[in-house]
């Protein structure tokens, strides 16, 4: 599936390839910190970006970047650099009727004022490092 989506005001625009219709949730305290909430994304490959100027990118680990845009402040992306991969905000896509919830990661950080309902993985952020190779 390709898939077209922008920042709020449309300063940063994309076109990602092979998206994945299943997303997670991440309750991590940066996350949270990020999004204003947990961020809900989907891994995506052969992404491509239009308005790179707007395009901001925040080292927030030694694994991995944040995307934002530098013009309204959307929250774009978090990019993990090895292996290459790109998790785009659900909210962002042009439509994102499209994405399932199948999982929540860093679970042992979620606060007790919100929970999804649905039977799915849920992992602490032990295990969903060591499921990246990252522990």
């Given at each position: 599936?390709?898939?077209?989506?922008?920042?709020?005001?449309?300063?940063?625009?994309?076109?990602?390839?092979?998206?994945?219709?299943?997303?997670?949730?991440?309750?991590?305290?940066?996350?949270?910190?990020?999004?204003?909430?947990?961020?809900?994304?989907?891994?995506?490959s052969?992404?491509?970006f239009?308005?790179?100027?707007?395009l901001?990118?925040?080292?927030?680990?030694?694994?991995?970047?944040?995307?934002?845009?530098?013009?309204?402040?959307?929250?774009?992306?978090?990019h993990?650099?090895?292996?290459?991969?790109?998790?785009?905000a659900?909210?962002?896509?042009?439509?994102?009727?499209?994405?399932?919830?199948?999982?929540?990661?860093y679970?042992?950080?979620?606060?007790?004022?919100?929970?999804?309902a649905?039977?799915?993985?849920?992992?602490?952020?032990?295990?969903?490092?060591?499921?990246?190779?990252?522990?």
């Amino acid at each position: 599936m390709s898939v077209t989506g922008k920042c709020l005001c449309g300063a940063v625009r994309f076109a990602a390839d092979a998206v994945d219709a299943e997303h997670h949730a991440c309750h991590c305290s940066m996350c949270r910190g990020w999004t204003g909430g947990p961020m809900m994304a989907a891994t995506v490959s052969g992404v491509s970006f239009q308005g790179e100027e707007n395009l901001g990118r925040y080292k927030s680990s030694d694994w991995a970047e944040r995307g934002f845009c530098k013009q309204c402040g959307t929250s774009l992306f978090y990019h993990l650099k090895d292996p290459e991969m790109y998790m785009i905000a659900t909210g962002v896509f042009d439509d994102s009727e499209q994405f399932r919830m199948v999982g929540e990661i860093y679970v042992d950080e979620k606060p007790t004022g919100y929970a999804f309902a649905g039977d799915h993985p849920r992992l602490t952020g032990d295990e969903f490092l060591a499921s990246i190779g990252q522990s």
